[in-house]
């Protein structure tokens, strides 16, 4: 194998068992099973390209979660439990302006027919759909844009 030897990952037996309870739990979130099946099978002494084919994914892929599983180790368990530290970090960019209510209630009215609100239309479309949330006063401003892209994921 070519290049730098990754840095080692040992686990005590808590991390272990934690990890391994992720990876048979069914409720556990596919990425986060597969992210403990990373720092597991790195535990096993594999490098970053030997475990990216044991999983299939990439080596990128296991080299960050193998430098975010080790930056996490002087945390202590009862401040980060494992499944904390296999989360997404929060995203860049600027937080959501609407509510999970107003989320309900554009969700709503996009199982409304466009005719129950008297438009002349047979589908929703983003143009409509803004006009029609924020003449409800649902949000004050929205742009055909994302009032578009929350109707895709309610048709999802």
């Known amino acids: 194998m070519k290049g730098p030897k990754p840095p080692a990952v040992s686990l005590s037996e808590t991390e272990q068992q934690a990890l391994e309870r992720l990876v048979k739990a069914h409720s556990t979130e596919q990425q986060i099973a597969l992210r403990a099946r990373i720092i597991l099978t ?43 530290r ?4 929060p995203r860049a960019g600027k937080p959501s302006q609407i509510t999970a209510d107003q989320l309900c209630q554009i969700a709503a009215l996009a199982c409304e027919k466009p005719e129950q609100s008297a438009r002349p239309i047979s589908q929703w479309s983003g143009r409509e759909m803004a006009d029609e949330i924020m003449k409800r006063g649902i949000v004050a401003q929205i742009s055909p844009r994302h009032a578009a892209r929350l109707l895709k994921r309610r048709r999802s």
């Open 42 to 84: 790195a535990s096993q002494g594999l490098n970053n390209e030997q475990v990216a084919r044991e999983w299939h994914v990439g080596v990128d892929m296991v080299r960050q979660w193998r430098q975010r599983w080790l930056a996490a180790l002087p945390i202590p368990l009862t401040e980060l439990s494992v499944a904390e």
């Open 86 to 89: 296999l989360q997404d970090l």
